[in-house]
């Protein structure tokens, strides 16, 4: 895998884990579904040029 992508989810897996510490699991799921999306999403917008 390449740099740009490892270093986003690694920097949201800590910010999750630092910030969910209340969370139940599902809500932690769901969070870190929507944060993967975000960070893909973000990735191939980059990527596309513009």
Known sequence: MQL???VP???GCALLWWVGGGM???TRLVVT???LVVIVLVVLFERSGF
């Open 9 to 11: 989810v690694l920097m």
């Open 33 to 35: 579904a929507v944060t």
């Open 4 to 6: 740009e992508i490892i």
């Open 24 to 26: 139940s699991w599902t």
